[in-house]
């Protein structure tokens, strides 16, 4: 019984890691997230979404240990390719992964939160949030927020595959409507749902600031 309990208690722990990764833990996780092939397809078709364009400025919001900032920088050859995580474990991963850009100054990846925004400069053409929205505070405020860093007709895509239990395509539908009442609400136009078939599928909402005032 003592084992079963150390083994749940452990297992437990990991899995809260994937929220936030910390120490050896948060390390493991990391290399979880990194070499998960789900994780990966679902990388890549996320950013897919967003139709990059090699002189695009575009930011993550919690970019794990890089596998989209790695394909995002294969694309924009002639922009820059911003991150930002709350996880030092994380930004350490995502810097190594892509080290050759970071030196040759296409890559900005920092350490930080999604509610205490840095300032990178000039507004983004382009932005990505992939299975994190649920552990940003206040979400409606931060996507407000978001929303004013692009520039007008700019993209913001969320990505979101259930990672709970008994998960299903409805689950995933069900989240797929609350990110659109989201990002109605925070003042995007023009969303659109796709979906990728995974088990359960990965839904990715993709939305626009509005060209002119609403």
């Not at 078709?45 to 695009?56: C, F, K, R, S």
């Not at 790695?70 to 190594?96: F, H, K, N, W, Y």
């Not at 509610?115 to 983004?124: K, N, Q, V």
């Not at 925070?186 to 609403?214: H, I, Q, Y």
Request: glycine share 10%; proline share 7%.
């Amino acid at each position: 019984m003592v084992q079963v309990g150390l083994k749940q208690r452990l297992l437990g722990g990991i899995v809260r890691q994937f929220g936030y990764p910390r120490g050896w833990r948060g390390r493991l996780v990391g290399r979880i997230m990194a070499t998960r092939p789900s994780n990966r397809q679902r990388s890549v078709w996320a950013v897919e979404q967003l139709d990059l364009q090699p002189g695009d400025r575009v930011l993550e919001i919690g970019f794990g240990p890089g596998l989209a900032i790695e394909a995002m920088v294969a694309i924009v050859t002639d922009g820059l390719v911003c991150g930002l995580d709350r996880s030092e474990v994380m930004l350490g991963q995502a810097s190594r992964r892509n080290r050759r850009a970071i030196e040759a100054g296409r890559v900005d990846l920092r350490h930080g939160s999604v509610e205490a925004l840095p300032d990178f400069g000039a507004p983004f053409d382009k932005m990505l949030a992939i299975n994190n929205l649920a552990f940003w505070p206040e979400p409606a405020t931060r996507l407000k927020e978001l929303h004013d860093r692009l520039r007008p007709g700019g993209l913001l895509a969320v990505a979101h595959q259930p990672r709970c239990p008994g998960a299903t395509a409805d689950t995933s539908a069900a989240a797929a409507q609350e990110l659109l009442a989201l990002l109605d609400a925070a003042g995007f136009v023009d969303l659109r749902v796709e979906t990728l078939p995974l088990d359960p599928p990965a839904v990715c909402v993709v939305s626009a600031r509005a060209t002119a005032p609403r």
